[in-house]
């Protein structure tokens, strides 16, 4: 039987609410089990008209998370886990906060099924943040800029649509913090997860 799978668009720009990214995680286990979306905000902001009919899909891992606390090791820099709401989390998150250096670096391991995936980063932006340099198994995939000059506490950001996995295998993923905005202060991350969303 072939799998047939459920397209998800975001807009990289758009901001989600703690609620909405409860509720899209309520719609991953929905599609997973062939039921129906929920009805809610959530659905008609962030999902695709062609895309709100589930099919039953197979066992296969079709959407996978990185925490970013579950850092495999420091490559360059240091890091800190930060979960208080005035800096750092929002309701379910814990937020990996980097020292604010130039070329703070940090890894990250996951099994990933073969197949062709979309990547987010999960992440705020502020007027110190950097830029993220995404690297998936030594190749750099795409940069994502976190400066805004008023702070948003919960992007989730497009590092790309297209990734390629050929076989299933352990895949290294590494976030560095190489370059900032003109306008930014320093070169700080601060990002909740990295979320692969298998589309074929």
């Known amino acids: 039987m072939s799998d047939a799978f459920v397209a998800i668009e975001f807009d990289p720009n758009q901001v989600l609410t703690s609620t909405e990214m409860n509720q899209m995680a309520d719609n991953q286990a ?3 089990n062939g039921t129906a979306l929920a009805d809610d905000c959530l659905a008609s902001r962030h999902l695709s008209a062609a895309s709100v009919t589930p099919a039953k899909l197979s066992d296969q891992d079709w959407l996978k998370k990185i925490p970013a606390f579950a850092m495999s090791s420091v490559v360059a820099g240091s890091w800190t886990q930060d979960a208080t709401s005035g800096t750092g989390s929002i309701a379910g998150h814990v937020a990996q906060l980097s020292d604010g250096s130039q070329n703070t670096e940090g890894q990250y391991k996951i099994v990933l099924a ?8 999960h992440h705020d932006r502020d007027i110190n943040r950097g830029i993220y340099t995404i690297s998936v198994d030594g190749t750099a995939i795409n940069t994502v800029d ?28 590494n976030i560095k913090m190489a370059s900032k905005n003109a306008s930014s202060s320093a070169y700080y991350a601060n990002f909740y997860e990295i979320v692969f969303a298998r589309t074929a």
């Open 114 to 121: 073969a197949g062709t995936y979309k990547m987010y980063l």
């Open 146 to 173: 976190a400066y805004a000059a008023t702070r948003v506490v919960a992007v989730l950001s497009t590092v790309t649509t297209a990734l390629t996995i050929s076989t299933s295998k352990l895949v290294t993923v």
């Open 30 to 32: 929905n599609l997973h």
